[in-house]
């Protein structure tokens, strides 16, 4: 079983940063690791993954602004988020699937945590 809770959500202006951290427990042997939102107009949509071997992957709308990493020392992984904008607006999950899943798949990812909000005003 694998525990994920996510933090660092809360509000910011357009173009300023905020940076989400996912902490990990349980057997996490062989997974990737992935961040989604989903907002009131949108269906949950992933934003970025990282694999076990530590690639990144990221989705059109976020590449060059958002940066995923993962700190196998402290057991969480991170999406720097900078240049923000109104239309990134979301509750952020952080999800986890076995080695294989395609990452910006939410049927792939087997954990998820509860979510954190992200608010950008313009």
């Known amino acids: 079983q694998v525990q994920l809770v996510e933090s660092g959500g809360g509000s910011v202006q357009a173009g300023g940063s905020l940076k989400l951290s996912c902490a990990v427990s349980?057997?996490?042997?062989?997974?990737?690791f992935a961040w989604f939102r989903q907002s009131p107009s949108r269906e949950r949509e992933a934003v970025a993954g990282v694999d076990e071997d530590g690639r990144p992957n990221y989705a059109d709308a976020v590449k060059g602004r958002y940066t995923i990493s993962k700190d196998n020392t402290k057991n969480t992984f991170d999406l720097q988020m900078d240049g923000l904008k109104p239309e990134d607006t979301a509750m952020y999950y952080c999800a986890a699937g076995r080695a294989g899943g395609l990452w910006s798949s939410t049927n792939s990812c087997y954990y998820w945590g509860k979510g954190t909000l992200v608010t950008i005003s313009s």
């Open positions: 349980g057997n996490t042997h062989s997974m990737y």
